[in-house]
Structure formats: structure tokens, C-alpha cells
């Protein structure tokens, strides 16, 4: 007689659960654009273009992301690096588990640069604040500006 092996099961099954539970409670946050528009007014030096896209962001985790920074930057690839420049920053509100959100970007471009054929590059927790299950999915490049 084992009067103790049902007993150990249970313990070794409910810690299996709890484990279990712990590890698959993650923050999330990933993005992806909703079209993206240039306007422009004058012209050679005085050209004047504002690029406006919808950005949506996404916490497809089961905790709530908290607040964090957000960078919009113009690239002349899909790959974000140091010649690339920053058009805007804001905060990202703290987002719920499973919830997305939309921002509408409107991002001035130096005076005399067409967006044309360039890429926007949202950079989603710019300042590593909120420690998510995949950090690999944070920068969303948008389709070349039209
Ligand atoms: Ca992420
Ligand atoms: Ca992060």
C-alpha cells in the first residue's frame, strides 16, 4: 500500500498547472499599418509633404502591456538603421490583453523631401520599457510611400 503516491500526484499535477499558468501569461505588442498617404504643396526647395498613415497597434498577449514609446522614422529601405530619420514620437497608452488600438500618424517631412518610393518604420516600445514574449516584431515597416 501507497498511501501516499495519490497524494503526490495531485501536489505534482497542480504545480504542473500553476506552471503551467505562469508560463503562458506573456505582454505582447505588435503593429501593422492601415494604408499610408503623401500631400504635398509647393515645390524644389519649398516643397512642403506631410505623409499620413494609420498605425494600428496590437497586445496579442493575455496581461496588459503598459504604456511605452512609440517612433515613427523615414527610411529609404525596410530596414531601420542610424541614417534613417525620426519623424515622430509619442506614447502608446497601456493596452489591455487582446486589444488593439489605432493611431493615425501624420508625419512632416523635412522641407524638400518627397516621401515617394520611402518607407515608414514604426518602432513599437522604442525605450525597451515593457518586456514582451517577442521583441522581434517590433519594427513595422509600411508599403513605400505612394
Ligand atoms: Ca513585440
Ligand atoms: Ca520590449
Sequence with gaps: MRPTSKSVLLILTLLGGLYAGIASAFI?????????????????????????????????GDEPA??????????????LDESDLLLNERHLK?????????LTARLKLPKGQLGTGLFVIGQLDAENDVPEENEDNNLVVSRPIP
Excluded: Y
Aim: glycine share 14%; proline share 5%; with cysteine.
Design 66 to 79: 503598459p504604456r511605452s514609446v512609440l517612433r515613427f522614422f523615414l527610411s529609404e529601405d525596410d530596414t
Design 28 to 60: 505582447g505588442l505588435s503593429g501593422s499599418w492601415d494604408g499610408i498617404t503623401q500631400h504635398c504643396t509647393g515645390g524644389g526647395e519649398n516643397l512642403r509633404c506631410r505623409v499620413t498613415g494609420v498605425f494600428i497597434a496590437t497586445n496579442p
Design 94 to 102: 497601456a493596452l489591455s490583453p487582446g486589444k488593439s488600438k489605432d
